[in-house]
């Protein structure tokens, strides 16, 4: 499954992940709300990502069939492949750039390092 969300149902799916299961009514309040959307913009953004098979919307309760976790990792996929070449550590290089880690971090990121190396 292609997990790729444009940046408006990116924001569209977030409110949905908080919420659900969300009766659709509701969804399109919240959508007004948050997003300033009109009523027509959520069902049709709705529609899409239902086509798509992101979220479903039966008997007018809507939830998600792709979790947040899938997306952010297909996201930040796309971005070292994209931007990086796929090299980890030209992205992180990229990422840290003139900033500065306390020692904590740095222990936690080695620990996930460590968790994901081949043997």
Known sequence: MDYKLFDAEYKFMNIIWEEEPVKSGDLVKLCNERLG?????????LRKLSQRNFVKNENTIVTSLVKKEETQKYESHEVVDKSFGGSLPKFLTAFFGDKKISKKEADELKKLIDSYKED
């Open 37 to 45: 959307w009109k009523k027509s913009t959520t069902y049709t953004v």
